[in-house]
């Protein structure tokens, strides 16, 4: 952005805005001082005069001019000129030069200027009129004030336009720093654009509106990261592990297609390829199930599910392939303890079946499998326990991934996206797949926390 943009950036608009705002409060403030504190000036005079005045009422007629004398002794500046003038108007005592002026009214102080002074000062003034026809005249001298008065609004003006550049500096600084920040946001999103997926926006540690806003978006690009990267995985995975499969199937067609064979032997070739086929249709399933389930349409028919139930089921489907390994498989739950979710049946169902199934396919020939229901503090869920080889700590978080193949499990069947699926069915339930030390073996507990289910 240019300088020239500067007044479209909310920042300087907001700071103007409140400069303007601050501004008429103190325009109002300000005057209310000068009004105030000048007024409070002129009071203090008129309150002077009044009380002078009152004093000339109260003196006896004769001691008048000697009174106004002695006053005009100590005012050698003519600061409070006082002038005692008969009926005529001509000046009978005090200090004040020249005949009477224009009086426009008695007995209330009145604003003058003294003409017959040099630079014609300004003054506030009373007049009494006697009761034998004479005239007394009280003068304040108000240049002193007036020059406070124009100090002061000097000084009030000042002061306003001090902070009003103060307040626009404030507001153009203001504006630059929203400038800059928004151009290293745009930076960071055309970089990101371009095809820089590592590239995140600039956090500042002031924590404000925009950096929460950031936050947010950087979560954001770090979760479309994560999903680019996984459908990269994905698209590898799928051409790694289905080229065996598609090969062998090929091969198998060319074969019958080059060679003559009897009938038998197609029939052989056909079942083979049709093996294969339905591999690869199992593959295509297991990822559409996944993604099925990641899509969380299903949350919203979610209703009361005890697990305990969904355990049992899974015990009873899979006893029969237990026995036919000669495994010990037996199911632990506590029958007084209640082990309701809100959840859903089938896919929970889904979810413990193929840990149950994993771990009855690796568990060591005549060894033991598991099944543990749980609920504490944490709480409710279900463990899975065999005495196979186990996941290598190193590997436990990537054979949550799709098509991701243990040392363990890569020379046997399947596709890689049996822990996969329980991931996405406990990601839909609110729960974690956690993996727990078992020596030997493998421990996987299927956890919904306390926090999540209220």
Aim: hydrophobic fraction near 45%; aromatic fraction near 6%; charged fraction near 25%.
């Amino acid at each position: 952005m240019r300088l020239t943009d500067l007044h479209r950036t909310t920042g300087f608009r907001l700071a103007t805005l409140f400069l303007a705002l601050f501004g008429a409060a103190a325009l109002v403030l300000f005057s209310y001082l000068y009004v105030e504190i000048t007024g409070f000036e002129k009071e203090r005079i008129d309150d002077w005069l009044v009380r002078e005045h009152a004093g000339v009422r109260r003196e006896a007629a004769a001691d008048l001019v000697e009174s106004f004398n002695r006053q005009s002794q100590y005012d050698t500046r003519n600061q409070r000129p006082f002038g005692l003038f008969d009926p005529a108007g001509r000046r009978i005592a005090g200090g004040f030069p020249g005949d009477l002026p224009r009086i426009p009214y008695f007995d209330k102080p009145f604003p003058m200027r003294l003409e017959v002074l040099s630079g014609h000062p300004p003054a506030r003034c009373i007049a009494a009129r006697l009761p034998d026809a004479r005239i007394a005249l009280q003068c304040q001298n108000t240049r002193d004030l007036d020059h406070f008065d124009e100090e002061l609004l000097h000084v009030l003006l000042s002061a306003g336009a001090l902070t009003l550049s103060v307040g626009l500096l404030g507001a153009v600084l203001i504006g630059v720093g929203s400038m800059r920040r928004l151009d290293a946001v745009t930076a960071s999103i055309r970089s990101i654009v371009a095809g820089d997926l590592s590239r995140r926006l600039p956090v500042h540690t002031k924590n404000d509106d925009l950096d929460r806003l950031v936050r947010v978006v950087n979560g954001m690009l770090d979760e479309i990261e994560r999903l680019m990267h996984e459908v990269k995985g994905v698209c590898d995975a799928i051409a790694h592990d289905l080229r065996t499969p598609l090969t062998r199937l090929i091969a198998s067609l060319e074969r019958a297609q080059r060679r003559v064979m009897s009938e038998a032997e197609y029939r052989t070739t056909i079942d083979d390829v049709i093996t294969e086929a339905v591999g690869i249709q199992r593959t295509f399933n297991a990822m559409l199930r996944i993604s099925e389930i990641e899509n969380g349409a299903r949350r919203e028919h979610f209703a009361a599910v005890d697990l305990a139930s969904v355990a049992e089921d899974v015990f009873e489907f899979y006893e029969p392939a237990a026995e036919e390994r000669r495994l010990s498989f037996t199911l632990h739950r506590d029958e007084a303890v209640s082990f309701e979710m809100q959840g859903d049946a089938n896919l929970l169902f889904e979810a413990v079946a193929n840990l149950t199934e994993n771990a009855i396919k690796f568990a060591r020939a005549g060894g033991q499998v598991q099944l543990e229901l749980f609920r504490n503090p944490e709480g409710v869920g279900i463990r899975v326990i065999d005495d196979g080889p186990g996941i290598a700590p190193k590997e436990r978080e990537a054979v949550l991934r799709r098509f991701y193949r243990g040392e363990a499990s890569r020379h046997t069947p399947g596709s890689g996206l049996g822990l996969s699926l329980v991931n996405a069915v406990a990601g839909m339930h609110g729960m974690v797949v956690r993996f727990e030390g078992a020596q030997p073996g493998c421990k996987i507990a299927l956890v919904k926390c306390a926090e999540a289910s209220r």
